[in-house]
C-alpha cells in the first residue's frame, strides 16, 4: 500500500505503529515451545485474564484457533451449530470438514446472532441415524452482518441452551474487543457463557502477527497438542507477542475512534445519491453500503475507488464494505466519502 491511500479493505490492513515496533524490538524472547519465551507467557496470561479464562494459548492466526478449537471439542462426524454468515463456515477453507471431520448445522439468521429458540431447535437428540451435535459456535462482532454485537443476554440465553443439551460453547471473537468498547461490556463478560474463546490481534488491535485462544487449563492442554501437530509452534515469537501486549495496553480504548469514524463514514454515505448504506446504526467498524444505480456495479464502483486512492472490498453483486480502523482517521473517511460522492456524481 502507498501511504497516501486510504485503505478501507478491512481492519486487517493495520501496520504496526513506530511505538508497537519499539516494543517488539525490545522483547524479550526464547524458545515459545517450550514454554520459554517470556514475552509469549505474559501475553498469554494477560489474554487469559481479558477473556475471564484460566489459560491461554498464543497462535498464529484466528483461524487456527478456531480450528483447534474444533479439533479440541469434537470429533470426527460431530456437528457444530452456527449462524450461516460465519467466518468458520465461510472463509475458512473448508477446514471444519477437511481438518476437524465436523459438519456445520447453519441456523437461518438475518444478522448473525441466534437464540436458544435455534440451538434447541439444530440440536439432534442422541440416535444412531444422525450426527452428534457437539458444539455452539458464535462470532462476536458478527463480521459479515456490519460488525453486529451478540447482546449479552442472548449470549447467556444460549450458553444456558447448549449446556442443557450437553453441547459445548465456542466464541469466534475475532472482534470481541470492538464488542466490549462498544457495548461497555467487559470482553471477560461476555466470554463467560462460553467454554472457549479467542481474539484476534491483528484487526483493529493493529498487530502484524498473532491470536490468543483461551479455555479451562485442561482446554488449553489440549488445544497445545493440535498447535503442535498442525505447526502452529514458535520459537522466539515474543517478537510478535510484545505487539499483543503493546496492543491490550494502547489500542483496546481507542476503538472507540474507529466506531465513531465509521458512524461518520456511514453518515457521509447516506448522503451520496445512488449508494445505500445497508444498516440504520452502525454497531461497530463496519459501514455494508450497496450501489442503487445500475450503470455500475460493486466491483466497477471498487475499481474506480482505486483510482482515487481508496480501497474497500466487494461483498456481493451490489454489495461494498468499508471497515474502519488505526490508520484511517477522520480526514480520510471524509477524503473517502468524497471520492464515492465524485464518481457517482460523473458516472
Ligand atoms: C478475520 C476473522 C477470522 C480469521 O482470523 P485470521 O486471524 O485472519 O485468521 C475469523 N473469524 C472472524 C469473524 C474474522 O473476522
Not at 16 to 44: F, I, S, W, Y
Not at 130 to 151: A, I, K
Not at 268 to 273: G, I, W
Request: glycine letters at 8%; proline letters at 5%.
Amino acid at each position: 500500500m502507498t501511504k497516501n491511500r486510504i485503505n478501507l479493505y478491512s481492519d486487517t490492513q493495520t501496520r504496526p505503529t513506530p511505538a508497537m515496533r519499539e516494543a517488539m524490538a525490545h522483547a524479550e524472547v526464547g524458545d515459545e515451545q517450550r514454554m520459554e519465551d517470556p514475552t509469549v507467557n505474559r501475553l498469554c496470561e494477560r489474554a487469559a485474564d481479558f477473556l475471564g479464562k484460566e489459560a491461554a494459548v498464543f497462535l498464529p492466526s484466528g483461524t487456527m484457533c478456531n480450528e483447534i478449537a474444533l479439533l479440541v471439542h469434537c470429533r470426527p462426524g460431530d456437528e457444530v451449530i452456527a449462524a450461516k454468515q460465519c467466518h468458520i463456515l465461510n472463509f475458512e477453507g473448508g477446514a471444519p470438514a477437511a481438518l476437524a471431520g465436523v459438519q456445520i448445522a447453519p441456523v437461518e439468521t438475518a444478522d448473525g446472532t441466534f437464540g436458544a429458540a435455534a440451538v434447541r431447535a439444530h440440536y439432534r437428540p442422541p440416535n444412531r441415524y444422525s450426527p452428534r451435535s457437539r458444539l455452539v459456535s458464535v462470532e462476536q462482532t458478527v463480521n459479515m452482518t456490519g460488525g453486529v454485537v451478540w447482546p449479552l443476554p442472548l449470549l447467556e440465553d444460549v450458553g444456558a441452551a447448549a449446556r442443557e443439551c450437553g453441547l459445548a460453547m465456542h466464541m469466534d471473537g475475532a472482534r470481541l474487543a470492538n464488542a466490549a468498547v462498544a457495548a461497555g461490556i467487559a470482553a471477560r463478560d461476555f466470554a463467560a457463557p462460553c467454554d472457549s474463546v479467542w481474539l484476534d490481534l491483528t484487526k483493529g488491535l493493529g498487530c502484524p502477527v498473532g491470536a490468543v485462544l483461551a479455555g479451562s487449563r485442561a482446554f488449553i492442554e489440549e488445544a497445545w497438542y493440535w498447535k503442535q501437530r498442525i505447526g502452529g509452534a514458535m520459537r522466539q515469537a515474543g517478537i510478535i507477542a510484545a505487539a499483543g501486549l503493546y496492543a491490550l495496553d494502547n489500542h483496546v480504548d481507542r476503538l472507540e475512534e474507529d466506531h465513531d469514524n465509521a458512524q461518520l463514514l456511514a453518515d457521509l454515505l447516506r448522503e451520496v445519491p445512488g449508494l445505500t448504506v445497508e444498516d440504520e446504526t452502525i454497531a461497530t467498524n463496519m459501514v455494508f453500503f450497496r450501489v442503487a444505480d445500475g450503470r455500475l456495479d460493486a466491483g466497477d464502483l471498487a475499481a474506480r475507488l482505486v483510482d482515487e486512492g481508496v480501497v474497500v472490498s466487494v461483498s456481493g453483486p451490489r454489495r461494498l464494505r468499508a471497515v474502519t480502523h488505526l490508520d484511517v482517521d477522520k480526514d480520510g473517511v471524509r477524503a473517502a466519502a468524497d471520492a464515492l460522492r465524485r464518481i457517482m456524481a460523473n458516472l
